[in-house]
């Protein structure tokens, strides 16, 4: 596809009508209409962000037909709901950069700009800063499983992941990869194979979001760390092997442990102060006991190996 469009935003619902509006609301004043698009892909199950739409008119709201009847009542499930939404929303795209992000991170107010900067640069994908901007205890520890390594201050330089909260495509990128993407899209899948292909991954400080994610409970919290390495596993599983995962899963008691190191590093690299880091890390460690548990079932109860299908869902929110 081809056009003259200079940059198409792909905004993926995950938390729900209010925080749609207040992404929204930043970024359309950001945007020249004749230029640029605002695209948000929904479907029955959330039907009610197109309600906005008379509030913003400038923003081009899709239904995506669900045929396969997913619920979105479990964590697996609810990701298959994202990654459909967002692989419709870029085969909509028409701009000559595709950027990607979900309505609860809400862009700096020069986002848009800084994205055209940054791809003025050769990289194919080029990944920005993810902060949080809400300060309660939950919301920090979530933060630094989720997003720790893209925090301020970020180095700038090539990297082996990529958040699809804040990043951006070349167009000939995308269509490079689009048989990856077509169906569901999966950040992981599409970057490994953007870099077989020799292209870069890349991050830029300049791009900037912040993450108003809304409450969530401790239980809820814990049960979507275990479903979302557990789909991680899963991907490890038929990327890497059934031998090399076992020895994964044989190590997964040390995990916790492992993980709250780097989530202490994290803090210490972004100058959090002895009092947050008492705040944060037990609840991060809770949550990484999850995250480690899920990864065993994954590893253990996969079925890729005996298929010997590719990956095809991304490690979700991995902890770095």
């Not at 029955?44 to 396969?68: I, K, M, Q, T, Y």
């Not at 919301?139 to 699809?164: I, K, Q, V």
Request: with cysteine.
């Amino acid at each position: 596809m081809t056009s003259d469009l200079s940059l198409s935003i792909l905004v993926t619902v995950v938390s729900g009508k209010e925080s749609l509006r207040r992404c929204l609301g930043v970024l359309c004043p950001q945007i020249d209409p004749a230029d640029m698009e605002i695209i948000v892909p929904y479907d029955r199950w959330s039907r009610e962000v197109n309600d906005l739409a008379s509030d913003f008119p400038g923003v081009r709201f899709h239904f995506v037909d669900d045929r396969e009847g997913t619920s979105s009542e479990t964590a697996p499930q609810a990701h298959h709901l994202y990654d459909r939404r967002r692989a419709v929303g870029l085969a909509l795209a028409r701009g000559r950069l595709v950027a990607m992000t979900e309505e609860h991170a809400v862009p700096a107010p020069d986002w848009c700009r800084q994205i055209l900067a940054a791809h003025e640069q050769p990289y194919a994908v080029i990944g920005g800063v993810i902060d949080n901007g809400v300060d309660r205890a939950m919301n920090w520890a979530l933060y630094y499983c989720d997003f720790g390594r893209y925090g301020h201050p970020l180095p700038s330089g090539p990297a082996e992941y990529a958040s699809d909260v804040n990043l951006a495509y070349k167009r000939r990128a995308l269509e490079a990869a689009r048989d990856v993407w077509r169906d569901a899209y999966h950040e992981t899948n599409v970057h490994w194979t953007l870099r077989a292909r020799g292209e870069v991954v890349f991050l830029d400080p300049r791009m900037v979001v912040h993450e108003h994610r809304p409450a969530i409970g401790l239980c809820r919290a814990y049960r979507e760390r275990v479903e979302w390495a557990r789909i991680f596993a899963e991907t490890r599983v038929a990327e890497y092997g059934m031998w090399r995962c076992l020895a994964y899963a044989a190590g997964t008691p040390v995990l916790p442990a492992l993980l709250l190191l780097r989530v202490a590093r994290h803090m210490s690299r972004q100058g959090r102060s002895i009092g947050q880091m008492a705040k944060t890390l037990p609840l991060a460690l809770f949550l990484l006991t999850g995250w480690a548990y899920g990864e065993l079932l994954g590893y253990l109860a996969s079925p890729q190996p005996l298929r010997g299908a590719a990956a095809t869902t991304e490690p979700l929110r991995h902890s770095d």
